[in-house]
């Protein structure tokens, strides 16, 4: 698997680079749309941004969660959570870190 570690690391560093600019290319329209979005509803913005969004994007694997468990075995419905569990301790611990270092750098 890392046959070229010289050419995988690059590889990787170029590929953060691109993730990280087309990040920044969709930030500024999606902050546009959740704006839009809150004010043509009269819902706080805060409210769309971390509470609706973070539950539309995670909407598939909350159905297949539920839907694995109602197969009611134990085991199915344990590694389901498991990975949800998982994947929200991820997302959130990524952004706790975003909003602490954007704390410290404001200083």
Known sequence: ???HPRRDTIKAVVLLFVGAIIAAGFA???VNAIDSFSSATHVL???VSFIALPLATNL??????I???SHRK???ASLTFSEMYGKITVKNLLCLTVFLASFILED
């Open 60 to 65: 598939g694997d909350a159905v297949a969660a």
């Open 1 to 3: 698997m890392f046959e």
């Open 28 to 30: 500024d329209p999606l």
């Open 67 to 69: 839907r694995c468990a």
């Open 74 to 76: 134990m085991r199915d």
């Open 45 to 47: 913005s805060f409210f």
